[in-house]
């Protein structure tokens, strides 16, 4: 059975940039979430979507955006890049409110 | 505002030894996972905690769930290398978005 799938692994941008990072759910996952990591700030909720929905943001500003799919993949877009974007970017998906989280590889962005 | 706070946030000790990981948060939920990430790695799901009381077992490894303590545990037994990781808790709130602890960075001596 196919994992979350994020494309690319591993990106490098420059400051005022834009990037576009992929997930692909797991077939029948409807919900997609979107979490950023970095040693400082440890773990933020971006933004989740359900069935080409957006149901819930977190507290990032509106450089951040996403859209969900027919097909339920999902992608992200971070516009005018600032050093402090990078991070791992993770991507989740689950079938329902009462299973677990299936977290992606990640992206791993680099802004120089 | 939910917090999650978890402790120890580093954690070393010697295999063979049993240890607890506490986690903490600040508001009401009733669903609260575990995960561990190895580095350079994404998250590993551990387990998924429904209800009050809910208590799960996967080999060295336990986690409950007290949500009128609002408080889980993660407790090691018998600590393997192999158990070497960090070890994060996460909130389920609005019932779409997860709210993380620090992390619990764990290492097993030999």
């Known amino acids: 059975k196919a994992g979350v799938t994020q494309t690319p692994r591993y990106l490098i941008k420059t400051r005022g940039q834009q990037v576009t990072l992929s997930c692909s759910p797991i077939?029948?996952?409807?919900?997609v979430s979107w979490y950023q990591q970095t040693p400082g700030q440890g773990l933020q909720f971006l933004f989740e979507?359900?069935?080409?929905?957006?149901?819930n943001k977190g507290n990032f500003p509106g450089r951040f955006s996403g859209r969900q799919f027919s097909n339920s993949r999902s992608e992200m877009n971070v516009s005018t890049l600032e050093l402090g974007d990078s991070a791992l970017y993770l991507c989740?998906?689950?079938?329902?409110?009462?299973?677990?989280?299936?977290f992606g590889s990640g992206t791993r962005l680099t802004v120089v | 505002e939910l917090k999650v706070e978890q402790n120890p946030l580093f954690l070393s000790m010697q295999e063979g030894k049993n240890y607890t990981i506490y986690c903490n948060y600040s508001?009401?939920?009733?669903?609260l996972y575990w995960y561990r990430q190895d580095p350079g790695k994404s998250l590993e799901s551990l387990f998924v905690?429904?209800?009050?009381?809910a208590v799960k077992q996967e080999g060295r490894l336990m986690a409950s769930l007290d949500t009128k303590a609002r408080l889980s545990t993660l407790h090691i037994t018998a600590a393997v290398h192999d158990l070497s990781a960090t070890y994060f808790c996460?909130?389920?709130?609005?019932?779409?978005?997860?709210?993380f602890g620090g992390g619990t960075r764990l290492m097993v001596k030999p």
């Open positions: 989740a998906s689950r079938v329902s409110q009462v299973t677990g989280y299936t």
């Open positions: 077939s029948g996952h409807r919900s």
């Open positions: 979507y359900f069935s080409e929905t957006q149901r």
């Open positions: 508001t009401t939920s009733d669903r």
């Open positions: 905690l429904l209800s009050n009381g």
């Open positions: 996460a909130v389920d709130q609005a019932g779409n978005m997860l709210t």
